[in-house]
């Protein structure tokens, strides 16, 4: 029976994954087990019990495993920014100064943002950062999954989230990243389970994840190669 190790990764990359796990299984004659959650989601989850062989996660839930004793290192995958899309063929606002983006939001009768992921979470603290909080109360849709479905199925007219998980809904155009100056990075980074029954083969996945010869399909997804 062929080896399998298990995946622990969060949504943001899932596009990166589902690309290099299938060659990788044919080089390896192995298995690649793959469970996609929020990165806190999945941190909430191996708080509970649950392992694998690798985590891909943001770097900061990377640095606490380590801490915790459940990670032995990290490795640095990709740099991920916060986008907004809109239904396909919708108008897009524009976003591309900090005023025109405050304006834009307060123009938007609905905004979605994620519950637990990254982007989500920042979100919620830059509308707070520019005193929209109160204004966009009525307005704001939050749950977890790709919120740009929501964008699609016109359930919300401006859909903020990771645009590597935007592209991974269909149905929607992506109007562009945060500006700069509201941009907010997050590093995406995997490590390998401590308690691994498969560290050679969950070091081998990674060291392929991390490769330079996978730039070009980091930037494809939507992300900047760390």
């Known amino acids: 029976m062929a080896s399998e190790i298990r995946v622990l990764s969060t949504i943001g990359m899932r596009t990166v994954v589902e690309a290099l796990a299938p060659p990788f ?4 004659d192995c298995s690649v087990a793959r469970i996609y959650d929020s990165s806190i989601a999945l941190m909430q989850r191996i708080a509970r019990g649950e392992s694998g062989d690798a985590a891909v996660v ?3 839930a990377i640095d606490a495993l380590i801490a915790q004793g459940k990670v032995a290192a990290r490795v640095d995958l990709a740099r ?3 986008g ?6 919708a108008p897009r606002p524009d976003i591309a100064t900090a005023e025109a983006f405050r304006n834009a939001m307060l123009a938007a009768t609905s905004v979605a943002r994620s519950k637990t992921g990254a982007s989500g979470l920042y979100f919620a603290s830059l ?4 005193g929209l ?3 966009m109360k009525t307005k704001l849709i939050v749950q977890d999954g790709l919120v740009g479905k929501l964008a699609a199925r016109g359930a919300c007219e401006i859909a903020v989230q990771q645009i590597s998980e935007l592209m991974q809904a269909d149905g929607i155009d992506i109007v562009g990243p945060l ?3 509201l941009q907010h990075v997050t590093v995406f980074s995997a490590g390998v389970f401590t308690a691994s029954q498969q560290v050679s083969l969950a070091r081998a996945f990674i060291t392929d994840l991390a ?6 399909l980091i930037r494809q997804k939507g992300m900047e190669p760390a």
């Open 179 to 181: 500006p700069e100056a």
């Open 58 to 60: 943001t770097a900061a």
């Open 127 to 130: 509308i707070e950062r520019l």
């Open 84 to 89: 907004i899309a809109v239904r396909r063929g």
């Open 25 to 28: 299984e044919r080089a390896n």
């Open 80 to 82: 991920s920014f916060v």
């Open 211 to 216: 490769a330079p010869a996978h730039a070009d």
């Open 133 to 135: 909080a109160e204004a």
